[in-house]
């Protein structure tokens, strides 16, 4: 198989998840203006809970197909047998998911109001399986996962603006994500098949395949329990309204972590590949390069939300969700450490297939996180849950960081921190003096280009590397298409 650019690769990605952004701020500022707080509470709330039956359905398969079918890629009939056994476990897991939903929908009180919501929403989990997107992950086709990404979101937004009117359309929304996730199943069904043709297998292998997969989907399961645990725990002990603050908040801050973390994913199977094939010195430079990469993309994002919070919430929002301020700026302050902690664990630890180091670390920060959210929700509401994060994201990157240190030496490292730390302070200092701007519209471009401007030229003088590497691969990218 012929390489792909990890560059290239790196870049439609990033496309893909830039399009994460700018769809959502068409949409999510009409349905936040059109829909109640409560409204989008009890949307959120549902959401969160199909999210746990989605990711037993699922397991651990993604991550471990994607890394597993890297190393095999090049051997068509070991690919097309691994494909087949996985897909069969799959839908395994999702047929004794189903049963389980449907008692649960039978005997949880609070589900009795939420029933028609919970079931529109519960399409997403066998098509999701169906859908094999991880077979695109193995073959790094990040091309057409980005125009296949766009095409749906396009159509979502017009689906949206037609079915969503007025308060109370909180099903018509939900029908809306849920034919979003389908039709894109669907696509990738009918194009993976194209790839390599493999079906349903009697033998599933569980031997060679079930502990990696387990390990992996303890730490999968473990991560949504300190994601979404905020969302189940404020709907379960505060209110709907809670819940509709919240979402705001997490709505910017899973928007910002998705475009962050997009770099590390499609960096997977190179990694996973350099290891398996003994290339450490191409391993180590792609890794810093990667690492600078976030660092000098990161920072700017953080310190930006934080300095124009009221602004953000007021353009993807209204007057109304104002009580979200505070649990923004929580939430931003967890976003570098989300980004890094993410970075340890899956370019680090997940080559390396140490995934009962991340398992321990991700364990670990549920507990944390669920055990302060059922303490201090009852008193701080939204803020706690985001309070919770922050900390939970925290500890997996220490518990993470202390394993990883063998594994990798990174130089360099210091010096772009020193240089991103410069460069936000002066965002900072931009964004105080443009405050005296009056109009709205005005202050907020303002801020945005100057502040961008003056943090790349400051990173430019101190010639860091990261802003050294996107300019290099920019202008290779314009003289190519040239």
């Known amino acids: 198989m012929k390489e792909k650019s990890l560059k290239l690769n790196m870049a439609l990605n990033a496309v893909k998840s830039l399009m994460g952004i700018v769809f959502p701020l068409i949409s999510f500022p009409?349905?936040?203006k059109t829909l109640s707080v409560t409204d989008l509470g009890q949307y959120n709330f549902a959401s969160s809970v199909i999210g746990y039956f989605a990711l037993f359905a699922q397991l651990g398969?993604?991550?471990?197909?994607?890394?597993?079918?890297a190393g095999i890629r090049d051997n068509q009939e070991k690919l097309k047998k691994f494909c087949g056994e996985i897909l069969s476990i799959n839908m395994l897991a999702t047929a004794i998911v189903y049963v389980v939903f449907f008692m649960c929908l039978l005997t949880v009180p609070k589900f009795h109001g939420d029933t028609a919501l919970l079931l529109t929403f519960s399409v997403q989990i066998i098509f999701t399986t169906i859908g094999t997107e991880w077979i695109f992950g193995i073959y790094?086709?990040?091309?057409?996962?980005?125009?296949r990404s766009i095409v749906v979101q396009m159509l979502s937004i017009v689906l949206l603006f037609v079915f969503v009117r007025k308060q109370g359309d909180v099903i018509p929304y939900a029908v809306?994500?849920?034919?979003a996730n389908v039709g894109s199943n669907v696509v990738n069904c009918v194009c993976a098949q194209k790839k390599i043709q493999f079906g349903l297998r009697k033998s599933l292998n569980l031997k060679h395949h079930l502990k990696p997969i387990l390990i992996i989907f303890s730490t999968a399961l473990?991560?949504?329990?300190?994601?979404?645990?905020?969302?189940t725990v404020l709907g379960f002990i505060c209110s709907d309204y809670n819940v509709g603050l919240y979402s705001v908040s997490t709505k910017i801050y899973t928007v910002l972590k998705t475009v962050a973390t997009s770099t590390l994913m499609v960096a997977i199977?190179?990694?996973s590949y350099y290891i398996a094939n003994n290339m450490q010195s191409d391993y180590n430079k792609q890794l810093k390069t990667i690492l600078q990469t976030v660092i000098v993309l990161i920072a700017p994002v953080t310190v930006g939300v934080i300095m124009l919070r009221r602004e953000v919430i007021l353009l993807l929002a209204d007057e109304s969700y104002m009580g979200a301020i505070e649990s923004l700026v929580i939430l931003c302050a967890a976003l570098p450490v989300c980004v890094l902690a993410t970075f340890v664990g899956q370019c680090i630890l997940m080559p390396f297939k140490e995934e009962k180091i991340i398992f321990k670390a991700t364990m670990i920060s549920a507990a944390v996180n669920l055990i302060l959210n059922?303490?201090?929700i009852p008193f701080f509401a939204q803020n706690a849950a985001a309070f919770t994060t922050l900390l939970?994201?925290?500890?997996?990157?220490?518990?993470?960081?202390h394993y990883a240190r063998k594994y990798v030496k990174l130089s360099g490292i210091l010096k772009t921190i020193r240089n991103t730390t410069l460069g936000s302070i002066a965002i900072v200092i931009c964004c105080v003096l443009l405050s005296k701007i009056h109009l709205f519209s005005v202050r907020i471009v303002a801020d945005i280009v100057i502040s961008a401007i003056t943090y790349l030229v400051i990173l430019m003088l101190l010639k860091e590397e990261g802003v050294v590497f996107i300019l290099r691969w920019t202008r290779q990218r314009k003289s190519g298409e040239k």
């Open 374 to 376: 059922l303490i201090l």
């Open 176 to 179: 809306v994500t849920v034919v």
């Open 140 to 147: 790094e086709d990040y091309l057409f996962l980005t125009i």
């Open 269 to 271: 199977p190179r990694l």
């Open 392 to 401: 939970a994201e925290g500890t997996a990157l220490i518990i993470q960081a």
């Open 61 to 69: 398969i993604s991550s471990y197909a994607v890394r597993e079918g």
């Open 222 to 231: 473990a991560c949504t329990i300190y994601v979404n645990s905020d969302v």
């Open 30 to 32: 009409y349905v936040a």
